[in-house]
T-cell receptor, first 114, second 106 residues
Framework: GAVVSQHPSWVICKSGTSVKIECRSL??????MFWYRQFPKQSLMLMAT?????????EQGVEKDKFLINHASLTLSTLTVTSAHPEDSSFYIC??????????FGPGTRLTVT | AQRVTQPEKLLSVFKGAPVELKCNYS??????LFWYVQYSRQRLQLLLR??SRESIKGFTADLNKGETSFHLKKPFAQEEDSAMYYC????????FGKGITLSVRP
């Protein structure tokens, strides 16, 4: 099946620094990718939709200047957490839609801000 | 607006016991519903979808439009079923429920 990778799988950064997370679609091209945030034992919260060739679409309450999304190519989307704070510590997951109703999830990136 | 409700956060059963994970939805059209599973330290993966009416790993889920439910069931739970389970609905967006942790004890 289709594979979606994320890099890094785990990152620790200091408060105030920025962190970039990559989501790659390895088997197919994707004009749209989705970024989620997941707290321990909780549901996935959609943060934004990454669109190739246009600006990302952010969900209500998500700061677009803090969570920068760039759909660099048809196989790559990046999420940059700028000026990270401890409350940004979370598990970030990307999703890539495939054929009708097929959804492929990345393995996730655990961000810890100290 | 579409909404998915999973009323319970945790279900703990003994191996061999029946399992029912509840899911209710709110959607004005004809829903496309799914169950996803996330095993410990693994990525989220599709378990089953209502349109295919299949049984995966012994799990089944029937869409009940009258009760707006899509409960996930398995007659005899196994230890390897321990995981987080998410009910989801898709239209223009994929909406997840809050998830439920299933713990199957030996």
């Amino acid at each position: 099946g289709a594979v979606v990778s994320q890099h890094p799988s785990w990152v620790i950064c200091k408060s105030g620094t920025s962190v970039k997370i990559e989501c790659r679609s390895l088997d197919f091209q994707a004009t749209t990718m989705f970024w989620y945030r997941q707290f321990p034992k909780q549901s996935l919260m959609l943060m934004a939709t990454s669109n190739e060739g246009s600006k990302a679409t952010y969900e209500q309450g998500v700061e677009k200047d803090k969570f920068l999304i760039n759909h660099a190519s048809l196989t790559l989307s990046t999420l940059t957490v700028t000026s990270a704070h401890p409350e940004d510590s979370s598990f970030y997951i990307c999703r890539v839609p495939g054929q009708i109703y097929e959804q492929y999830f990345g393995p996730g990136t655990r961000l810890t801000v100290t | 607006a579409q909404r998915v409700t999973q009323p319970e956060k945790l279900l703990s059963v003994f191996k061999g016991a029946p399992v029912e994970l509840k899911c209710n939805y709110s959607y004005s059209g004809s829903p496309e519903l799914f169950w996803y599973v996330q095993y410990s330290r693994q990525r989220l993966q599709l378990l089953l979808r209502h349109i295919s009416r299949e049984s995966i790993k012994g799990f089944t889920a029937d869409l009940n439009k009258g009760e707006t439910s899509f409960h996930l069931k398995k007659p005899f739970a196994q230890e390897e079923d321990s995981a987080m389970y998410y009910c989801a609905l898709i239209n223009s967006k994929l909406t997840f429920g809050k998830g439920i942790t299933l713990s199957v004890r030996p």
